[in-house]
């Protein structure tokens, strides 16, 4: 059997295979309602063999969403529609899973497809807060610093997002705090330069983190996991490193979480990536061998046998796929395949359209 098809099983929940549907804004919802598109969407994903899709970063409050085409998770009347996706989901024998996030100084722009600029405030754009008055890039608007009160309500908005998750019947929530957003920001000492509790040492820099992973945790009965997306490195000097991502990660798992998905960078408009095949696996591999915590791999996996290696080798628990899942929705039936595993009904590879290379 294919270690990539091999169960794995977080606390109460059992995941059919390693292939997770790494979370990807869509821009496509409005006022963070969820629609038809979310609904196919994510569902085609579940229907294509992956054992977990996670949802994309689901703003828990308005001012948290990176553009005004966010999914939201910040009022109830959100639920009956997110109820359907999660329902669907599972009836593919998948599980349905939500990014919970806040955009910090990145939020209020415009999406990619739309230029990614800033959103003015005469177009609907509002403020955003940060650990520091320091803008993402030097051509933007500065963001405002929170101060006890607003990071009192980020981690009361993580509590009652996580609270509507189960009620919407999220049985994975992913606390996102990588990517240059707001956890991350106050992690990382290029965009937090507080002298208050919540700045200067690690301990301080990691404190709304845990303060947030706290609350979500108690919220969460035991039988369900939760897994925390880091940077793993801001790829600067200086800044947040893989050797704190190390120690980020006994912290984390003593607050109770299952499992850190590892993707880097964000945070710096010009960091030296060197993106290709693969090229975060490392910080998983190294998470997992020094902590003993479960990892996932994320970034230009896109090959059955890559993540197949990726598995066997322990380097992480699950893979993360996104932009591959958008080009073949079938990756997970199509990688069976290709490494002879035969899967149950409903997910016989023979159903899915032969893969063109
Ligand atoms: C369109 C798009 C939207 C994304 N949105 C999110 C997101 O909401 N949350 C997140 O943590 N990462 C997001 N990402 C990053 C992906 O989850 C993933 O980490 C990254 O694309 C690298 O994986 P890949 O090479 O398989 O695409 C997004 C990526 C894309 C392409």
């Known amino acids: 059997m294919a270690h990539l098809f091999t169960p794995l099983t977080l606390r109460g929940v059992t ?49 948290g969403r990176i553009t005004p085409d966010d999914l939201g998770i910040w009022k109830d009347e959100h639920l009956p529609f997110l109820r359907r996706i999660t329902a669907f989901i599972e009836a593919q024998g998948a599980v349905p899973g939500i990014q919970l996030a806040h955009a910090g100084r990145k939020a209020s722009h415009r999406s990619p497809w739309k230029g990614g600029t800033e959103v003015p405030s005469s177009e609907g754009g509002w403020p955003t807060v940060a650990p520091s008055a320091l ?20 981690i009361a908005d993580f509590r009652a997002a996580t609270r509507r998750a189960l009620a919407a019947g999220y049985q994975v929530i992913e606390i996102h705090a990588a990517h240059g957003y707001l956890l991350h920001e106050f992690l990382s000492p290029l965009s937090n330069q507080r002298t208050d509790s919540y700045g200067g040492s690690f301990d301080n820099r990691t404190r709304l983190l845990r303060e947030v992973t706290e609350a979500v945790r108690a919220e969460l009965p035991a ?30 798992q003593g607050l109770g979480v299952d499992l850190i998905d590892c993707s880097t960078g964000g945070n710096v408009a010009q960091a030296p990536i060197p993106v290709g095949p693969g090229y975060q696996v490392e910080f998983a591999a190294r998470i997992r061998q020094e902590t003993g915590l479960p990892t996932g791999a994320v970034g230009l996996i896109t090959d059955a046998r890559q993540a197949e290696d990726i598995i066997a080798t322990g380097q992480a628990n699950v893979v993360l ?25 409903p997910n016989q590879y023979e159903r899915a359209k032969p893969r063109r290379r």
């Open 15 to 63: 995941l059919k295979n390693r292939i997770v549907v790494s979370p990807m804004c869509m821009y496509s919802a409005e006022d963070g309602f969820a629609n038809d598109w979310h609904l196919v969407h994510l569902g085609s994903r579940a229907v294509g063999g992956a054992a977990l899709v996670i949802q994309e970063a689901t703003a828990v409050a308005p001012e």
């Open 223 to 252: 039988d369900l996991p939760l897994l925390v997306r880091i940077s793993a490195t801001d790829w600067v000097a200086d800044g947040w490193s893989a050797d704190d991502s190390v120690a980020l990660a006994r912290v984390l």
């Open 135 to 154: 803008p993402f890039a030097s051509t933007e608007t500065a963001p405002q610093a929170l101060d006890q009160t607003g990071i009192d309500q980020v």
């Open 321 to 345: 796929l996104a932009r591959e899942l958008l080009r073949d929705p079938y990756f997970p039936l199509h990688a069976a395949q290709e490494l002879g595993v035969e899967l149950p009904w």
